[in-house]
């Protein structure tokens, strides 16, 4: 940075940089050619670079898209002295390769009579939109497990007085090659007994004990090589430093089953899927939130598949029981899982596109405290 400018920032700007430096909101301030001058603390967090690092930059290097939309209502600002915001923009910020969506306000500010600046405001909304769609996700799975179960209530009730019925009518027939249907009859309330059951997922709390995830993921890869053979490639991509955690081994295992078999499924069924592969990749988030809870470490694992994905639509009711995108499949695996997995204070999510669709499943290392010292 130009000692000259430097030193006239410090002055013209000592009170209000010393407020921007508690803004929670990143904040930049460029001159009239559009490089950095000031940045505020948030804005290093943001752009993971220090204030030293980033002054003299131009503003292209800190934020950019595809289409340089930001670039030119930076010069409209600038040129016609007028505040300007824009909500939800898609951006590339430093260091950080992912598409960010963020708000920004441009506000120009009038030194002197042929000297301005520029003062940038970006509030980065992935995470607050995170957490929006998990508790919309939460919320929704409540909301489904709970009319489930009065439903359930409801079905189950005449279920048991029909077979009841057809029992005491098969003892009462006279020839007894009529009892073919009666049989028929308890046959089929039997099945729609164990489907109502199974639509209420586990009805069995967790049995809490320490396990190793991978011992699981390494089950898990095991049966379905039994099921696929060759056909499907099973890779990988494991994080050996991560501790032990505290859960039930077997409903862990079935929910990983489920959304591995589902991967499996979209790939075999996939007629031009080339090199058919799902990965199994394990990591530890730090400081994470789930719904409204924060965790100090969260376990992350990931079943990422290289099919033809899943619609938008589908992405949105997925984990409602007896929703299926499959002809022959039930609509119940991804709802069991997502119920395992709130059991053990985590969640399922998805993110999906054409050859590349992601499951993540979050689970808290630390589970509370009447659980922590089982099997200890």
Not at 94 to 117: F, G
Request: negative net charge; proline residues 5%.
């Amino acid at each position: 940075m130009n000692p000259v400018n430097t030193a006239r920032v410090s002055n013209n700007y000592d009170q209000p940089r010393r407020l921007m430096d508690h803004l929670t909101t990143a904040v930049v301030l460029l001159d009239e050619q559009m490089k950095v001058q000031y940045v505020n603390p948030a804005a290093e967090q943001l752009m993971a670079a220090s204030q030293s690092q980033l002054a003299g930059m131009s503003i292209n290097a800190l934020i950019n898209d595809k289409d340089q939309s930001t670039q030119a209502d930076l010069e409209n600002a600038l040129r016609d002295l007028h505040p300007f915001t824009k909500r939800e923009a898609q951006v590339y910020i430093l260091n950080n390769p992912q598409l960010a969506t963020v708000d920004y306000t441009i506000t120009p500010i009038r030194e002197s009579t042929n000297n301005h600046s520029l003062l940038l405001e970006l509030r980065p909304l992935d995470r607050l939109m995170r957490i929006s769609r998990e508790d919309n996700l939460i919320n929704a799975h409540h909301a489904t497990r709970a009319l489930v179960r009065g439903v359930a209530h409801e079905v189950k009730n005449p279920l048991g007085g029909i077979r009841g019925a057809a029992q005491l009518l098969a003892r009462e027939l006279p020839d007894d090659s009529l009892r073919e249907y009666t049989d028929i009859i308890i046959a089929e309330v039997d099945r729609l007994r164990n489907l109502v059951d199974q639509m209420l997922g586990p009805r069995k709390l967790p049995k809490w004990a320490q396990v190793n995830i991978h011992e699981i993921l390494e089950r898990v890869r095991s049966v379905l090589t039994a099921e696929t053979g060759d056909p499907v490639s099973i890779e990988r991509d494991y994080d050996p430093s991560l501790p032990e955690m505290c859960g039930d081994k077997d409903q862990l295992i079935q929910a990983i089953l489920n959304v591995v078999r589902n991967a499996k499924q979209a790939l075999t069924e996939f007629e031009e899927q080339e090199s058919p592969t799902i990965i199994l990749r394990t990591r530890a988030l730090r400081q994470f939130t789930i719904g409204h809870t924060r965790h100090r470490l969260i376990l992350l694992v990931e079943i990422e598949d290289n099919g033809p994905g899943i619609s938008k639509e589908m992405q949105e009711t997925m984990f409602y029981p007896m929703i299926s995108g499959r002809a022959s499949g039930t609509g119940l695996g991804l709802s069991i899982s997502q119920s395992i997995i709130n059991q053990h204070h985590g969640l399922v999510e998805c993110e999906s596109n054409p050859g590349k669709t992601i499951f993540r499943l979050l689970l808290p290392l630390e589970q509370p405290e009447e659980h922590t010292n089982v099997g200890a």
